[in-house]
Structures are given as C-alpha cells and as structure tokens.
C-alpha cells in the first residue's frame, strides 16, 4: 500500500478500482469522466447520487455508515475518456473542510486490497475537493493524488469541467407601458420555442437563494410520532440528542382473506461497516449480539390486533461494529404478500411505550419476503430509520440477507 501526497502517482495494477473517501462528516463524493480537453462530454458524464451510473464508472453509497466511493472499471471506458475526476463535498449545507481531515483510498474493486491511500493538507475555508484521478498516460492507467479544493462548492468544480449549472432563476423586470403610436402597426412577437428537456441535475449543483438559511431539512422526533412513506428517513433525534435507549420494532399483519390463517416470520439482520453480515434474530435464534438484540417469539396466524411479533433493540448496547440492521418479513410456508393485509412496522420506546414511527405497507407483491425498514448508524453516532418495503423472492432470512446488504 502507499500513502499518496499531492501531486504523486501510481501505477494502477487493477482494471477495476473502488475509490471511497472518508471523513468525520458525512461527505457527497462524485465522478466526472473527462475527455482530453478536460471537459465532459456531456452532462450524463457526471456521476453521482442521482444519476449512479455512467459507461465504466458507478456511484456506490455507503449508506451513512460507511464511505460513498466511485468504481472505476478502465475496460469499459468508453474511447475518448482519458480522466476520470473523484470529487467529495460535505453533506452538510454551508459546511467546510475546516477541522475535517479526508482520506480517499483507492481499492481493488474485485479482491479488495488496498492500492493507496491520500489525505490532503492544509484543508480550510474548501466546501468542495478534487482528490484523486485515474488517468490514461501512455497507454496505462494510473491514479493522481490531486487535493485541489473549491471555496465555491461542487458547483465551482462543475463549472470547471463543463457541467452545466442551474442558477436559482430571477424575476425578469416588467416591460415599459408605454403605448406605440397610433400610426404604426406593432407586429406581434412570435412564441420562442419550448425549451428542451433538463438532464438529471445534483441539487448541489443549484445556486441557493441569498436570502434561504442554510438547512438539512432532515425528519426528526422533535414534533411527535413521525408516519414515514416508502423511501423516507427520520432521524432517532429528540431535542437535539440521540435516542440512544432500548426500542421495539413491532411488526403487524393480518389475512387478506377472512379464515386464512398467514405465517409469517419477522426478523432483524446485523450487519457491519463494510455490509459485512454479523448475525441474524428470527424464530430459531430469539438473542443475538449479546443479548442487545431480542426476538419476542413466532406468531403462527397473524390474527388479532396489535403487534404480530416484536423486536427489541438496545441502541447503547449494541457493539460498536453494527452499524446497520435491516428489519424484514418472510412466509415461510410460501404465502405471497399478496395475501397479506394491513401490513405494518412501527418503532417504540420500550421505556415508555410511545410509538415513535409507522410505516404502513401500501403495496404489495406476489413474492415471499420484503424488507420493511433498515436502521443506519450515522458518523456521529446517531440512528436513521428508513421505510423500504421492497419485496424479494424469499421464505427464510437466510435469503435476505444478500438483497438486504445491498439495500444498505
């Protein structure tokens, strides 16, 4: 392995690189293929959480957990790609990199290994950063430690390389009323032609308003019970604190049909920072992790009100390696979700009974398992919950486990 300074270079001894940046904050990290004007092609040549994947290179999320990273594979560039530029911004809206210390490291995407690693110095008033490069140069691809920073966020580094920029629009000033004469005959003036449309822009991008204070706009517990949609996050916040106390997922269906018994099995997967699966409560194994995690027991028919099965979760006693659980539902006995009613999971504090968040499965498919919610240890410690219900051809949390890494 080798540590990197500004301006050095490897060989790079992998068709497939993996380059990710971590930091003590939550960073946005992005690609740019570039040509050899050092422009993008276009702006579909800009890769990033919107817009994850380009010809040879992928926008991989790490979730809040672990670091975002750009995957580079040189075989399938496309010919006259001869850059490709990796970007990280603070996610945080205003935020520099005063005090925040990055480090790319650039990986095997295939085995894994670990090729370099780059921190830049002398990091300040930067709200965005070109760290590395992979480069051609005589026929051979390599990697360029840049550490180049903007003070005028990712937009400025865009702007650089040819990415059009959405400016916040103006109100255009009012036309003068005064009248034409009586003489003369004022043609009409033809309607301009409609504009095109817009490619997938990152909202970073976008020139905020002056006058808008800068915010996160992040759901928390401030207000009360919090009902998520599919794909909406809340953050284990109140008062400005982590919740970091015992809660319950409680999970609830009945029969779509009157006088049909449904079996269903709740469990919870522990996964580690790199997606790495640490241990699974179901059923079979009621305890994990010593004891932080917890199943109530199997509920054979779903009849009745109230909870179907429950799992607590002491969020101070987990070990440190989870960073991630994934809360799913599977029919064993080969039931589609189809033939499930009133499906639901809600999170409660074990202390005090108070349900905290509801997510309510509006949909369903015919498949044997969905993954309901997924809770996320941030960088600074505290906890998301995420509804998913995404439905996978599963009767067992064995099968789950795959499909819930990757939604991670």
Request: with cysteine; hydrophobic share 40%; aromatic share 6%.
């Amino acid at each position: 392995m080798t540590a990197m300074t500004p301006g050095s270079n490897i060989p790079l001894t992998a068709t497939r690189v993996a380059v990710d940046v971590a930091a003590p904050v939550r960073l946005d990290v992005s690609g740019l293929l570039l040509g050899a004007n050092g422009k993008v092609r276009s702006d579909d040549d800009f890769i990033f959480y919107n817009q994850p994947a380009g010809p040879g290179v992928t926008y991989r999320s790490g979730g809040g957990t672990a670091p975002d990273a750009i995957l580079v594979d040189t075989g399938a560039l496309p010919a006259g790609v001869e850059r490709i530029v990796v970007t990280a911004s603070p996610d945080a809206a205003g935020q520099t990199f005063q005090g925040v210390e990055p480090t790319a490291t650039i990986r095997d995407a295939d085995g894994g290994g670990v090729l370099a690693t780059f921190t830049p110095p002398r990091l300040a008033t930067e709200t965005a950063l070109v760290v590395v490069e992979i480069y051609l140069r005589n026929g051979a691809w390599k990697a360029r430690a840049v550490g180049q920073g903007y003070a005028n966020g990712l937009a400025g580094i865009a702007t650089d390389f040819g990415v059009s920029v959405d400016e916040e629009p103006t109100a255009a000033p009012a036309p003068a009323s005064a009248p034409a004469p009586a003489a003369q005959a004022v043609p009409p003036t033809p309607p301009a032609p409609p504009a095109p449309p817009a490619p997938p822009v990152d909202p970073r991008l976008a020139a905020p308003a002056p006058a808008a204070p800068a915010s996160t706009g992040k759901i928390n517990l401030d207000k009360g019970r919090v009902n998520l949609q599919k794909n909406q996050t809340v953050s284990l916040v109140k008062g400005g604190r982590p919740l970091l106390s015992q809660v319950k997922m409680g999970l609830g269906w009945e029969p779509a049909h009157r006088g049909k018994d449904i079996d269903l099995d709740a469990s919870v997967i522990a996964y580690g920072p790199q997606r790495n699966h640490l241990d699974s409560c179901y059923f079979g194994k009621l305890a994990i992790l010593n004891g932080s995690v917890k199943h109530s027991g199997d509920n054979l028919t779903g009849e009745g009100a109230g909870d179907d099965e429950v799992i607590v979760v002491d969020l101070g006693r987990l070990p440190a390696e989870v960073s991630g659980l994934v809360f799913t539902v599977n029919s064993f006995s080969g039931q589609k979700f189809t033939e499930v009613a009133k499906a639901y999971c809600r999170l409660i504090d074990a202390a005090t009974g108070e349900e905290l968040v509801r997510f309510d499965l509006t949909t369903a498919e015919p498949q044997t398992g969905v993954m309901m919610a997924k809770l996320i240890k941030q960088f600074s410690g505290e906890w998301e919950m995420t509804a998913m219900g995404e439905f996978v051809k599963s009767r067992t949390v064995r099968g789950m486990v795959k499909p819930a890494a990757q939604a991670l």
